[in-house]
């Protein structure tokens, strides 16, 4: 079984980034979208960045931006990854020349192999949690069965985990990275600093 990479999503705060980052966090995500509980600004964004220690990820998301909004977010923060996680196209995403990944929020009627040969440029696939009212830190778990094995792309496991479920989710799918955002938080946007140290416990032991 590969290692399961980490993924601390929802960052607001410098120290909570630093101690996504100190835990061993491989990633952590800043979110672009202004409905979100979680968005940063770029101000916000930056002041993040500049604590974080050497090979720590940062990957911005966003949700049917304008080009321009995330434009503007790369010129000004030093982003790794993008994540897409509305409806955006092939197209759109690849219109960045930046790595990206495309969250598939697990609609009834989601075609993960579909998705898989639709976003082939992407370097992975984030499995979400569908809920209408919020794209996404929804809390809530999918049916992991849904996704099925042997996909040609890595595939990110998100929605509803947290340090007491996140082995079993390793356990059976043995996806390439976990993405937490709610799972390790105090409050919407606030981390605790027990439940992300737990959560990469849990992961790490898991494998």
Known sequence: MMTTR??????TRPEDGLLAANAGADAIGL???PKSPRAVTIEQARAICVVLPPFVSVVALFVDAEHFEVEDVLADVPINLLQFHGSET??????????????????DDADLVDAVEQYS?????????Y??????GTGEVFDWDR????LDTPIILAGGLEPRNVASAIQQMNPYAVDVSSGVEVSKGIKDADKI???VTAVKTAQ
């Open 6 to 11: 980490i993924k601390i999503c929802g960052i």
């Open 147 to 150: 996704v099925p094995d042997g």
């Open 197 to 199: 140290r737990a959560f």
């Open 131 to 136: 809920n209408p009212n919020e794209a996404g």
């Open 90 to 107: 092939p197209a759109q995403c690849e219109s960045f020349n930046k790595p990206y990944i495309k969250a598939i929020r697990m609609k």
């Open 31 to 33: 979110v672009f979208y």
């Open 121 to 129: 440029t992407a370097q992975g696939l984030l499995v979400d949690t």
